[in-house]
């Protein structure tokens, strides 16, 4: 789960905060373009990581310097150090002081991006701790944090200028305490996406649990494509985490705990989003071992998680849907991918007419349909919009819904749930082999919490449903995001 296309919402209704941050000017800063700098020359081979506060309510954001820190050896690309794929909701860039020339670049999404579109920011503040991370410079540099404005362009919302020999940056590597595991080991980091496998909730006796969990959820991760094909560009290694206590946080069910990463379902008060908004401490118990991407075993079988686009991905490592959880949240987390089911409790009716593409790969508004983002896997004949049985799935699906959310009202155990969701998964895969063009690209209506007004690639997708396969428009950007970390 992730909010990151409800910002768009946000953006068609207030744009005039967006248009006064369009407003900042940021003279003097060469424009992206897909240039790379000779890495050696500008950068050690070591990791950066400037922690910043970013708060604000719904109209309104602000960032905060908390410290800048060492996180260890450089995990990423040496070769390609700015980021071409253009997602994420905000993107930051490093620019070499003396002469403005960009030296890296990266799209990234937040928990403040997706807090800001809540109820709860109408009416507080609020305030969560981020992280930037980039190679070591060897020489001053500003950086700037930029955020799509409502034409989805990317403007500069702020910056700030670091010096790597100053007196506020801090050189030294945070000595590690805890294990590690490797997972997976396929050759040097600056060539492999580099995975870090974290744990919440699981206490010193089952760390056995913790390791166990770990390589069934990552073996089913790449048992699924494009994963399974590409699995010689990963590598994954873990860190234990032992917690005084066993599970986590669920407010929903009345279940208060004190973890080691502090994961907590109910964020935003949805039930099933299980996130930890205690950065500082993930990033520096993640820093044990080189790593781009994320993800954090909940040691819970109450159905959960969360994918947050470059941060990390969550899940609930015993529920019966597990391999569905990780492989879903990690597509958000790794490759920006937008939920395409529509009938869950975060949706509701459009309004008002959809104005900008939206910038995750795998959904569309249409507003072009003679040119989609995935016209080249569409095959000459297939209409677009795409016909499919939507009545009667909606029909389905939306009455599973009540169900779902009955069975939660009255605290039926988890297997109940996981009974329906079994049932639910079954019926949706034969009603879908009925459909005429199942496993077809296309353009079909119903995607990203909007029932009308947008579109996904194909009639299922685990990005839809909990059937274990990626659309063909998802792996491909799976495995243009894999081109990224090994080119
Ligand atoms: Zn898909």
Redesign the pocket.
């Known amino acids: 789960m992730t909010l990151n296309i409800l910002t768009m919402k946000k953006r068609i209704l207030y744009t005039l905060c967006l248009g006064v941050m369009m407003m900042i000017p940021c003279t003097g800063i060469r424009g992206s373009d897909n240039s790379n700098v000779p890495f050696a020359i500008y950068f050690e081979d070591k990791t950066m990581r400037l922690d910043y506060f970013h708060s604000g309510n719904s109209d309104q954001e602000h960032f905060a310097v908390d410290r800048i820190v060492s996180d260890g050896k450089w995990a990423g690309s040496k070769t390609l150090l700015n980021d071409d794929l253009n997602l994420g909701l905000y993107r930051f860039e490093i620019f070499a002081k003396e002469n403005d020339v960009l030296l890296f670049s990266e799209g990234f999404a937040s928990i403040f991006g997706e807090w800001q579109t809540t109820g709860e920011a109408k009416k507080e503040w609020g305030a969560f701790h981020e992280s930037i991370r980039f190679p070591w410079p060897k020489k001053p540099v500003k950086v700037v944090i930029k955020k799509r404005n409502n034409l989805n362009r990317f403007a500069a919302l702020w910056n700030t200028e670091i010096d790597p020999g100053s007196r506020r940056v801090n050189p030294e590597d945070l000595i590690q305490a805890n294990n590690i595991f490797t997972v997976m080991e396929n050759g040097p980091t600056e060539k492999k996406v580099d995975i870090v496998v974290l744990g919440d909730g699981y206490s010193k006796e089952e760390m056995g649990k913790f390791r166990g969990d770990t390589q069934r959820l990552i073996d089913a991760m790449f048992n699924v494509e494009p994963y399974k094909s590409r699995k010689a560009d990963f590598n994954v290694r873990a860190v234990e985490t032992p917690a005084p206590v066993s599970g986590v946080s669920r407010p929903h069910f009345g279940v208060f705990k004190r973890t080691p990463l502090s994961v907590h379902y109910s964020s935003f008060d949805s039930e099933r989003y299980a996130l930890t908004y205690d950065n500082r401490t993930v990033r520096d118990i993640a820093a044990a071992v080189p790593y781009e991407s994320m993800i954090i075993l909940i040691n819970e079988r109450t159905y959960g998680g969360g994918g947050i686009y470059g941060l990390y991905a969550s899940l609930a490592a015993d529920n019966a849907f597990s391999d569905y959880l990780i492989i879903h949240e990690f597509?958000h987390h790794f490759a920006g991918?937008a939920d395409?089911y529509y009938t869950s409790q975060v949706s509701y009716e459009l309004d008002e007419k959809i104005a900008v593409e939206p910038w995750e790969p795998?959904v569309t508004a249409l507003l072009d349909k003679d040119n989609l983002k995935w016209q080249d896997l569409v095959k000459p004949g297939t209409p677009i919009p795409t016909p499919w049985e939507k009545g009667a799935f909606d029909a389905y699906s939306i009455s599973i819904q009540k169900e779902r959310q009955r069975l939660r009202e009255t605290r039926a155990k988890e297997e109940v749930m996981e009974a329906l969701f079994q049932k639910e998964k079954e019926k949706e895969i034969e009603m879908f082999s009925k459909m005429k063009y199942a496993g077809a690209a296309g353009a079909f209506e119903g995607a990203a919490y909007f029932s009308k007004g947008m579109y996904?690639?194909?009639i299922n997708?685990?990005?839809?449903t909990r059937d274990l396969t990626?659309?063909?428009?998802?792996?491909r950007?799976i495995s243009r995001v894999i081109d990224r970390y090994t080119r």
Do not use: D, K, Y
Not at 461 to 464: D, L, P, Y
Not at 470 to 475: E, R
């Open positions: 597509g991918l395409e795998n996904r690639s194909a997708c685990i990005m839809f990626f659309c063909p428009v998802c792996q950007s």
